[in-house]
């Protein structure tokens, strides 16, 4: 009988943890499929957050390095500069990335460090239990502002792809989603670019993925994937945000 589908071989066996609904588990299988027909994963080394994804070193078939809070790029600015042949990722969420490694990201990328970051934006502290986070929406509503988050208490909510979008070393940052197969398709398509474009020594490269959280969101999976779309994308808008060209050729 012929295979129409399997498990991607830069998966491993062990079940992942996540809450029903969270979306961790798609981007994962996107990033372990993107390593594998690309040719990377063999040599891959990927550094963990601590946050939602802290375990992510059980899933992924590669080396694996866990950071401290919020130190991920850090470490694979040494990981990349001492193995610059070897494909480095980052896979972080976006209190460890936007918050308290705010600026471990700003130098990585300021600096054009060579290797990507997966930033997974569900606009909520998910592991700690559902605090605002820097992403957190206007309106929204979080264990720490239970009445929603305001501008003139909080600020505004940081567009974190865009922020890093202006620094030279940025060579390549897209936002995508996973909401349904035609935005998976988008989002694996994406992420395989910020993995080509780190071998091909371009820069620093970065995917912000708006993912679910239907359980510190109170929501059912189904109404989580919708208030996705109906909130998140239109103040987190998809799509290429910079995209520079590799010397001698031409951004299509």
């Known amino acids: 009988m012929a295979i129409v589908y399997e498990k991607s071989r830069g998966l491993t066996d062990v079940e992942f943890h996540y809450c029903p609904g969270c979306h961790h588990?798609?981007?994962h299988k996107l990033v372990a499929e993107s390593l594998v027909e690309l040719g990377l994963l063999?040599?891959?080394i990927g550094v963990c957050p601590v946050g939602c994804s802290v375990f992510a070193y059980k899933y992924f078939n590669c080396d694996m390095q866990e950071a401290a809070h919020g130190r991920a790029p850090?470490?694979?600015t040494g990981i990349k500069r001492t193995h610059p042949h070897q494909a480095v990722f980052t896979y972080q969420g976006d209190g460890d990335l936007a918050s308290i490694g705010a600026a471990e990201i700003v130098?990585?990328?300021m600096r054009g460090e060579k290797f990507t970051t997966i930033f997974v934006n569900n606009a909520i502290y998910g592991m700690t239990g559902g605090q605002m986070a820097p992403t957190t929406l206007i309106g929204q509503?979080?264990?720490t502002c239970q009445e929603g988050r305001t501008r003139e208490q909080a600020g505004m909510p940081i567009r974190m792809a865009e922020m890093l979008s202006t620094l030279d070393g940025c060579a390549y940052a897209e936002r995508v989603c996973v909401t349904d197969i035609?935005?998976?398709n988008k989002a694996k398509k994406a992420i395989k670019k910020a993995f080509q474009k780190q071998m091909n020594g371009e820069g620093f490269t970065f995917i912000e993925v708006l993912s679910t959280c239907p359980t510190n969101w109170g929501m059912t999976p189904l109404k989580a994937n919708q208030w996705l779309k109906d909130n998140?994308?239109?103040y987190y808008p998809l799509g290429v945000i910079k995209e520079t060209a590799p010397e001698?050729?031409?951004v299509k």
Do not use: L, S, Y
Request: a negative charge; zero cysteines; hydrophobic letters at 60%.
């Open 42 to 44: 063999d040599d891959a």
């Open 107 to 109: 130098h990585a990328a």
């Open 248 to 250: 001698g050729a031409e």
């Open 141 to 143: 509503k979080a264990t």
């Open 232 to 234: 998140m994308v239109p």
């Open 74 to 76: 850090a470490v694979a």
């Open 182 to 184: 035609a935005n998976i």
């Open 25 to 27: 588990g798609i981007i």
